[in-house]
């Protein structure tokens, strides 16, 4: 039997990333004006800590069922195998849309399954970021309120598509504590309408 660096490919891949670098963004995106970290930025921060640690990278293009798909496939000497597949998702049906697509797979494959990333998102992942979500401050008001109101916690977020109250957007906040104030004080107008009118009853 061959001696090995390490003994199977998990020990090898935590050898490996402890000296990967960064996936440095050095590709324009001209669409989001933007730089991005392309498959050679990819793969010059992670192949030679992979190739000097007994792993081999392949990434064949394969075809199921589903589709065809780029898979990425970490190879150990000792015989150990790792992979991901990533779906081909082809823009142009061309062969410049089908290498654009190939590209961009291995690209996030072999990023996915060596555990690094970009310097920050490339913007292709997201082009619009991520809304911000209220304080903690604010949940608590908010949660506070609701309760006051009678209003139920997924009420308040289905009406405002947030997923959960402690993700409730920020630029939401001051629309939803305004409503729920309404709430509560015609609440409180009905309360003591119903007083009142229990009370002249009650004089009868």
């Avoid at 849309?97 to 690094?116: D, P, Q, V």
């Avoid at 913007?123 to 970021?129: E, F, H, M, R, V």
């Amino acid at each position: 039997m061959t001696d090995t660096k390490h003994p199977n490919i998990a020990a090898a891949l935590a050898a490996a990333q402890a000296q990967m670098g960064k996936a440095l963004k050095s590709a324009q995106n001209p669409h989001f004006k933007s730089k991005y970290a392309d498959l050679a930025s990819v793969v010059d921060a992670c192949m030679p800590a992979l190739n000097a640690n007994g792993i081999a990278v392949i990434q064949p293009m394969t075809e199921t069922d589903l589709g065809r798909s780029v898979v990425t496939k970490f190879i150990h000497e000792g015989g150990d195998v790792l992979e991901c597949s990533i779906p081909l998702i082809v823009g142009k049906n061309d062969m410049q849309g089908l290498g654009s697509a190939i590209t961009y797979a291995r690209r996030y494959g072999l990023m996915a399954l060596a555990g690094i990333a970009p310097e920050d998102d490339d913007g292709n992942a997201a082009a619009k970021a991520a809304p911000r979500t209220i304080s903690a401050d604010q949940f608590i008001a908010l949660r506070d309120t609701a309760e006051e109101a009678g209003v139920p916690e997924a009420k308040i977020c289905a009406a405002y598509g947030a997923p959960s109250l402690e993700q409730f957007p920020v630029d939401a906040f001051d629309r939803a504590m305004k409503k729920l104030s309404a709430t509560i004080a015609a609440n409180a107008e009905q309360s003591q309408i119903g007083d009142i009118l229990a009370e002249a009853l009650g004089n009868e």
